[in-house]
């Protein structure tokens, strides 16, 4: 029980605690997937599907209990795979994520004396000669680490420029641990690639590897402390955004000592409006700033749960803003490569534009459809939700009568079921942060709508991507004209070394077929350059009528060109 582990120190743990471990993680996961087995795929086929339906709810919501209690007793890595799946609005039941949302706050803390041994081993020192003081009732204890509150020694304090720490010391053994819940993961990912229904749809030996890289770099905190000042430096032009600063001589791999930035939790409305801040104003703003992470940035925080984040009041200070977005805790963070980050891009475009076609176009782009898919009924599916549904808040969506919601998924469902969707490699963190963002936002306001925030936003990336047309197709323009300034000299150069002798001629008539390559050459430039300035123009007059006008006005002259020199040649 939770509670016995409050009260006693925790040995670190030897092999035979670890191996079983490792068997009860195996025994959980082969029991859960054998009864899964029996009642989705085996009973339906005997044609007992009512069966399967009547008591999935039920069993959804077993599995979830059991899992919570594995989690909380086992610790380790069982909590971050708890935390993912409770994130996963998007694919899992409610009676799931429901049941693992406590797994977000906070862990049984490691008693005192044993975080002080850890941390003076590797200070190589006593705390009470590196720090002024610590706090031994911890701040916040998660599955991989705990939290203390901390004062710099005064000559210390004046080096860093700042008095107040969180010092952050991993739990003892976690090591040794987390290789044995990864092994354990290893041996179940490799079950389900052998089940096809998952296999189709992902790659979960893949998938764990991910998972395992990330939780590798999260126990690393010189890892965490690079990120924490490259998320930084990302924002350091940000008036909305602040991080702590790292005292990289109080740091170490398994100790890690912070700024003190404690400030109002962002999902603590009482708190936030005894502020005098408006939640509804915060989440818009915590939105974007997602968002400019994934989508601009192209590395983001991947667990930004309420606890990880503060809204801190700008108190005394001349700001236009009145409160800042303060991040912590940056042991997982994700990178986006550029060209996930394109797609990604398109699909919030054509997501905003409600256009079903290009949305589907963006899916296939990203990875998430397989090329070979069929597509035209999923953008018809696409389409007519965007149609329906398009533009709602979660609390429209409440509104809704489920009778809709019901029709739409019997119409389109099994079409859903039958496409070739899978799960690619850099996307595990992409959905868990997408899905902690909208569940902060939707705390924060409960009218919340995502849509308000992403139109403005993938506004300004068309409008990016518009300028990114534009400079490809005026470079295109200007290596034609540069291909078509040396063509001449370069057949000249082809026709004088002909009448010297120096080429042997095959045909009589080379020189007329040269002087009509020639001519043909110069009417497709000229044909390009017009096309390249008619098209350049055409999409930047939609936001700057006069720039855009000469540009089409320019493409007369080219054409003109290709025309006389076609006529030159009749």
């Known amino acids: 029980m939770p509670s016995v582990r409050r009260d006693r120190p925790d040995p670190v ?17 082969a029991w859960h997937l054998a009864v899964t087995w029996w009642f989705e795929l085996l009973l339906p086929r005997i044609g007992l599907v009512r069966i399967a339906e009547r008591t999935r709810t039920t069993r959804m919501r ?76 911890p701040i916040a204890a998660a599955s991989l680490g705990q939290a203390h509150r901390a004062q710099l020694l005064p000559a210390n304090a004046a080096d860093a420029g700042l008095h107040s720490v969180v010092l952050k010391v991993q739990r003892p053994g976690i090591d040794a641990i987390v290789d044995v819940d990864l092994a354990a993961l290893r041996k179940v990912g490799g079950w389900l690639s052998h089940v096809r229904l998952v296999s189709d749809r992902a790659d979960m030996p893949a998938l764990v590897e991910e998972f395992a890289q990330t939780s590798l770099e999260e126990i690393d905190y010189l890892h965490e402390a690079v990120n924490a000042e490259r998320f930084a430096a990302d924002f350091s032009h940000d008036d909305r955004v602040t991080v702590p600063d790292v005292v ?14 404690t400030a109002i939790k962002i999902t603590d409305l009482t708190a936030l409006l005894a502020a005098g801040i408006d939640p509804a104003e915060v989440a818009p703003v915590f939105a974007s700033v997602m968002f400019d992470q994934m989508f601009t940035e192209g590395f983001f925080h991947a667990d930004p749960h309420p606890g990880n984040i503060f809204v801190t009041p700008n108190i005394g ?34 997501a905003a534009s409600r256009d079903g076609k290009g949305l589907v176009a963006a899916i296939s782009d990203v990875g998430v459809l ?32 489920p009778r809709e919601f019901l029709d739409f998924a019997a119409e389109f469902g099994d079409l859903v079921r039958s496409l070739p969707f899978q799960f690619p490699e850099n996307f595990l963190l992409i959905i868990r942060a997408m899905s902690l963002t ?133």
């Open 370 to 401: 397989v090329p070979s898919a069929d597509t035209a009924e999923l953008e018809r599916a696409m389409t007519q939700l965007f149609a329906r549904f398009g533009g709602m808040g979660f609390a429209e969506l409440r509104e809704v009568d």
């Open 62 to 137: 077993r599995f979830a209990q059991r899992f919570h209690a594995l989690a909380v007793d086992l610790g380790g890595l069982m909590i971050k795979v708890g935390q993912f799946l409770s994130s996963r609005l998007d694919v899992l039941p409610p009676e799931i994520t429901r049941e693992l949302e406590g797994l977000q706050d906070e862990v049984p803390p490691v008693p005192f004396a044993a975080i002080r041994a850890l941390a003076e081993a590797e200070l190589g020192a006593p705390l009470s000669q590196v720090f002024a003081s610590v706090e031994e009732r």
């Open 248 to 261: 990289w001589e109080r740091t170490t791999r398994r100790v890690l000592t912070l700024e003190d930035v």
């Open 317 to 350: 200070l001349a700001a236009e803003r009145p409160w800042k977005l303060t991040f912590i805790d940056f042991g997982m963070m994700g990178e986006v490569p550029p060209s996930t980050r394109r797609g990604l891009r398109r699909l919030l475009i054509a």
């Open 13 to 29: 743990p030897g092999a035979a605690d670890h191996r079983a471990r490792y068997r009860r993680i195996l025994r959980f996961a």
């Open 438 to 570: 909208s569940g902060v936002c939707s705390s924060l306001d409960a009218r919340f709508n995502l849509w308000d925030s992403v139109e403005p936003y993938a506004a300004q990336l068309l409008r990016d991507e518009r300028g990114n047309i534009v400079q490809d197709m005026t470079q295109q323009v200007f290596d034609a004209i540069g291909a078509a300034l040396r063509l001449p000299k370069r057949l000249d150069e082809l026709v004088t070394r002909i009448e010297n002798g120096s080429v042997s001629l095959a045909k009589p008539r080379l020189e007329r077929q040269v002087a009509r390559l020639n001519r043909t050459a110069q009417r497709s430039a000229s044909a390009l350059v017009f096309g390249g300035l008619l098209i350049a123009g055409s999409v930047v007059r939609a936001d700057d009528t006069m720039f855009g006008n000469v540009l089409m006005i320019a493409s007369v002259v080219p054409l003109l060109h290709g025309l006389w020199v076609g006529r030159r040649g009749l």
